[in-house]
């Protein structure tokens, strides 16, 4: 597929890091960063922007604050190709900590918020706009948010200055049907802006739903390497690369960082396809019962978890 | 997705045993069996059929030969919803040592053959017809074959008896749109033939394939538990289970076998989403070079083997 529209955003340090977090060292940042612009990757999302009384440097790495300092410690004056994002939570970071465009070498915020927290969302946007910064707005957990409650969410996003935004699987419970519905909604409600994707890999579909969102006209699209992100983690990167068919994307040079960082590091961390997060995913639930799972001495017991999950779910009917 | 023409085949056994010579123990075999019984799956094919002169017991396990006796000691009569399979290469299997089906518990032979071998498949699908099984032919590495031999061999098929015919994507290299051109030409040049699917998973688009080939109208599925399957491995039997929503289909009894044989077998089996598979299938390649580098001391060198297909290929040119 090629369409000179479409751009790759690697989350890799951002989403990878909800597995450690953020304690990458410094080597391995500058080997994914220096990969993903000889790979011809159009954004890299270094991390989450934090205010640093948010949260404490002792638990958290710097890629959960990505201040101007640590981030140019790896990329310099990022004279590349490659722009550089930074994720914002609504409540974690303070407006008068965002310096000017001018003063930062990162490129662009990307919100993310609830269905609840649009306004918010959009308020933040607009004020890193204001300092000169590129902006998107990508709303999570869609799988569980009303079609009535989504479509005035929708609404709100027309009537802003917002430019890109996100189709969210954080559940990573989506089939290609569901993709089809919400990419068909999200365009006819947001003519003129640029629809985002961001997939889980719970049902081994992140890939297969991001090609499907191309085809549904979606032009900007994460990966991450060997898919590392939060529980089963993301579409992969090379697999969007080899499938893409720009001649500036290379596979080599993420092979490269894979086989020196990334697939060391799935030797210690398991994200991935674990039954738990097939559970999680079939279910639509949110992940965060797997990964406690998945971080206890049960591990690998998949009956019970998911007798734990059809339990919680007829306590709740 | 509920079609009750829908059937899903389980080969945890046949396609799983590529990877250890089919040396499983009694115990596993008859657990997956069970399970599959437990969790409605339409047929489990056990193995390939092979006569005994072909191959070594010493090095094959007894999945290799699916001897009646072998069978029978996992199955009994077989008094279940669930039918079995073997499947029987070209070649390997003589004719007078395959029994009337009045004398086996063995349902179906599934015949796989190359193009160039689709008059001896359909001889063969034949021959065990007549004996009174049921019978398919599972046309493998589709991908490598001309589109105006194709459309002969389509049209062999359609003067033969044979009522189910195999979309099979050896190679792990179909996208979505391959899946819709092929499935839209075997669906219109075999009238009346069911359409099967069997999928690899180098790309992670085994499942997403199965589900648009069931969008597309194939009505039988080839999964595995776990995945387990030469190299990247198959379509998963708890995904593809998960997302029909046949009632008598239950997920439970799969994840009761694949916590206590599967998942303890991947430790020791390297089958699934490894960089040389993901090479081969992006590059269109038979995975007996990736199986090879996975099997040697290089097996984490992505790079090298990137280079050397590259290589291999220029050669070619």
Same mark, same amino acid.
């Given at each position: ?5 479409? %751009? ?21 940042? %500058? ?16 991390? =989450? $922007?934090?205010?640093?009384? #948010?949260?404490?440097? *002792? ?10 300092? !640590? ?5 310099? @004056? ?18 008068? !900590? ?18 609840? #927290?649009?306004?918010?969302?959009? !308020? ?22 009303? /079609?009535?409650?989504? *479509?005035?969410?929708?609404? !709100? ?6 430019? $890109? ?9 989506? =089939?290609?049907?569901?993709? #089809? ?5 999200? +365009? ?22 991001? $090609?499907?969102?191309?085809? +549904? ?27 893409? %068919?720009?001649?500036?994307? %290379? ?7 894979? @086989?020196?960082? &990334?697939?060391?590091?799935?030797? #210690? ?15 639509? /639930?949110?992940?965060?019962?797997? &990964?406690?799972?998945?971080?206890? /001495? ?8 998911? *007798? ?10």
């Amino acid at each position: 597929m090629f369409r000179k529209e479409l %751009k790759v955003l690697d989350c890799t340090i951002r989403d990878g890091g909800l597995m450690n977090k953020w304690q990458f060292d410094k080597k391995l940042v %500058k080997d994914v960063y220096q990969a993903c612009v000889a790979a011809g990757v159009d954004y890299m999302e270094i991390g =989450y $922007i934090s205010s640093e009384d #948010q949260f404490s440097r *002792d638990e958290f790495g710097p890629w959960k604050f990505c201040a101007e300092k !640590d981030v140019r410690e790896v990329v310099g @004056e990022n004279k590349t190709n490659t722009k550089l994002s930074v994720m914002a939570d609504i409540g974690r970071i303070k407006y008068e !900590d965002i310096r000017p465009k001018k003063e930062s070498v990162i490129d662009m915020f990307r919100v993310a918020c609830y269905d609840y #927290q649009i306004d918010k969302a959009i !308020d933040m946007a607009h004020h890193v706009m204001d300092k000169g910064y590129e902006a998107t707005i990508n709303l999570m957990a869609v799988s569980t948010v009303a /079609e009535r409650k989504l *479509d005035e969410v929708l609404k !709100d996003v027309s009537k802003s200055r917002v430019k $890109i935004f996100y189709l969210v699987d954080s559940f990573g419970s989506m =089939y290609s049907e569901d993709i #089809q519905h919400l990419m068909n909604k999200y +365009q006819k409600a947001l003519p003129g802006v640029t629809i985002g994707f961001h997939g889980h890999n719970n049902l081994q579909l992140a890939f297969a739903n991001t $090609i499907e969102c191309i085809i +549904q006209g979606a032009n900007m699209l994460d990966a991450t390497m060997l898919g590392i992100g939060r529980g089963a983690g993301n579409c992969t990167l090379e697999l969007l690369l080899s499938f893409l %068919k720009n001649p500036k994307y %290379k596979l080599r040079p993420v092979l490269s960082a894979i @086989e020196t960082h &990334l697939r060391p590091l799935q030797k #210690q961390i398991d994200w991935g396809y674990f039954m738990p997060y097939v559970v999680g995913g079939t279910m639509n /639930e949110h992940p965060r019962a797997a &990964l406690k799972w998945m971080d206890s /001495e049960r591990k690998d017991e998949y009956v019970a978890f998911f *007798d734990q999950v059809l339990e919680s779910r007829q306590v709740l009917e």
